[in-house]
């Protein structure tokens, strides 16, 4: 007799473990499961097999090839689409036609008494007969009652609870004779128990259903694979597993390499050429994985650990799953139901909770707690934060279930009654996830205050009245409009600080969540004048004696600040020419191409119309361009000096707040005018704290933001238009006269790629090599390591917060100069990162 083995599902529900592989080769104590099957074939005298085939149809073929290794011969039929569980038998007809045959599926785990069965066939000259089997929960199974003689009497496939009357279900399991074959139709997708055998019992065909008492395991769930696993441990089905029985219940491989003191307790089984070291622990219903490494200390407990897979010291893995050609660092955790894909990396420390889901090819970075499955995205994040907030790729990594969590954890960590601000850029993908902010802070007892599309300042100055407890805004990423940024804020309107931010994180993480009892859901809110009072402070708090008869170039780019500039400039009297001053929700970003076209036509505008000077703010209203009343671009670097030249020229006194990476001309300007300098940190709260004390009258980062304190802490487009309006207004000179007089910057930047293992020693290494340079150097570590020399040369080193690099800067008096200083600790770096 001949059998046919299905070979072809996709196995959908045991992803991530199928995402790559076919179900048919998924291991069970280090075999394939249809090698199991195949093994069970010959054992009962079954040697030729045709096996159906489809999905990732070659590493089938790959692996077996013709069945020689396994004493059998093995023939293939392949699938172009999928054709059900007739149609894929009937794709093989060419080679059943002769003689009876056994279907059987290659990604059950089984033992059933085949010989049994064929001669319970043969007695009742049945023209199908069906293995069943009797299980404890049947709703995902077919059920069949039969007669007292084995006759089947009635179908019924995947029935509700309510539907069920037997527990005697369809194996999948059937010896057919060869006209059956007649009963299905070429190249259509049909199935057995559905079309095939409800027709020809009808017609009073002779099927029977043959009860097996031995053991079936229908290996379609994370949980039905560990229990096939711990089934065939404890001898419960009967396999040929390899190897030999060290001790009771603990299988060995006979190549593999177990140390003396690492502690076994079984039933467990260990793989060819598997190594595990001393003080490793590996306890019941474990199983390793062919060449696969288990390092000292190591704590593995009904853990299904596949082939070529690294655990490092100090890792625990409980009840999880783990594919092939894994590496799990030193100390990460793994819990129960985890299921972690091929070729994936869980770096040191790493937490990978429970239910958790890693498709293959990802890296977990060191230190993450991951909560939700990595699926689309390339990591899994240490930081929820990066510099822009929350980002990602909409509905891939930024989806409404996360923004529902994120809203959640953030309201958890406020009062309940307590005000949030929520806005959004002009896109529909912001417009869209600020539903999910705003049900899941009013679910939680936050009364929501919805300013709908508004500029990111207006949303930071609303944040910041004493009426709310902070803000949370949506916005397109700069320059990929396929993802969002979710900025959140304190009561300051300032970005969370980094305490604040890991306190967040810690809720997110363990997803301990607040809710409000039915009578505490919040209110959502609609505030009626919020641009209104928006400008009415602004214009009440800066200075803006002198601006009328001037004439300027605005661009809006399409975005939020449209709502405000109208209402502000028809306010302070000057003549204004302003271009893309609608919203534009189906271009809510800019490429580098369109933001450099759209400046050239800004200088172009300016020069034209002999405007004093042009502003290009970006989409939220937070950043701004400058071009001088020549029509030339002011780089983001001389933006500052600019300004900085402006204001301190200005008020002649006080302090100006700037991040420690700034050029140091920016403190010449400042002496010149007999103002000093606040350097501040780059983290992302820094600046905005710093602006926030007393006798600030200036602060920027260099990228184009700028923070009025009289009027905000925060950075605030709109706001240092106005204020330069004014100030060149007063001065009487132009922004190109302001710029000639300025000296030039060298300073020179650099990144390193780092590994996040290697970044404390790469410091180290950089702190030992400042302390060894030549007196008159000193070391400033307000934000990484900063080494000055006596000519007021410096570079400063510092580790990225949220990208695997290392980011240098050197000024000195000239470029060469600044280039070598650059080189030489660059090399550090380099050395430091091997």
Known sequence: MKAVVMAGGEGTRLRPMTANQPKPLLPVVNRPIMEHVLRLLKRHGITETVVTVQFLAALVRNYFGDGDELGMRLEYATEDIPLGT???????????????????SGDALTDIDLSDMIRFHRENSALVTIGLKRVPNPLEFGIIIVDELGRVQRFLEKPTWGQVFSDTVNTGIYIMEPEVLDEVAAGESVDWASDVFPALLERGAPIYGYVADGYWEDVGTHESYRKAQADALSGQVRLDIGGFELSPG????????????????????IGEYAKVEGGAELREYTVLGNNAVVREGAFLHRAIVHSNVYLGPGTHLRGCVIGKSTDVMRGARI?????????????AEAYVSSGVRVYPFKTIEAGAVVNTSVIWESRGQRSLFGRRGVSGLVNVEITPELCVRLASAYATTLKKGERVVTSRDASLAARALKRAV??????????????????????????????????????TTAGDPQSVDIVIMDDRGADLSPAAQRKLERVFSRQEFRRAFPGEIAELTYPSRAVEDYTHELLRRVDMTGVRDMKVVVDCAGGTSSLVLPRLLGRVGIEVLTVNAVLDDLSPTETLAERRRDLQRLSELVSSSRAAFGVRFDPVGERVALVDEMGQFISEERALLVVLDLVAAERRAGRVALPITTTRVAEQVCRFHGVQVQWTSTAVDALTSAAAGPGMIFAGDG?????VPEFSPALDGPAAFMRLLGLVARTRLSLSQIDARIPEAKLLKRAIPTQWKAKGAVMRSVIEAAE??????????????????EDGSWVLILPAATE?????????????????LLERWATVVEQAAM
């Not at 894929?88 to 056994?102: E, G, I, T, Y």
């Not at 129960?336 to 770096?347: T, W």
């Not at 695997?804 to 070598?820: F, I, Y």
């Open 804 to 820: 695997p690099v290392t980011d240098l800067w050197a000024e000195a008096s000239d470029v060469d100069t600044a280039q070598l």
């Open 772 to 789: 060894s340079a030549p007196e008159g150097y000193h070391i400033d570590t307000t934000d990484g390591v900063r080494v000055v020399g």
């Open 438 to 475: 705003i049900s899941a802070l009013t679910a939680s007892a936050i009364n929501v205050l919805d300013l709908e599309a508004a500029p990111l300042p207006v949303t930071r100055f609303h944040s910041s009245r004493g009426t709310a407890a902070g803000g949370i805004a949506l916005r």
């Open 335 to 347: 819990e129960e139901n985890a299921v972690i894909g091929d070729e994936c990396v869980i770096e």
């Open 250 to 269: 603990v299988w060995v491989a006979g190549s593999a390499s177990v140390e003396p003191d690492a502690v076994l307790k079984g039933p467990l089984f």
């Open 703 to 707: 990228r184009g933001g700028f923070v």
């Open 86 to 104: 007739a149609g894929s038998v009937k794709n093989a007809a060419a080679r059943l036609h002769d003689a009876p045959f056994l279907v059987i």
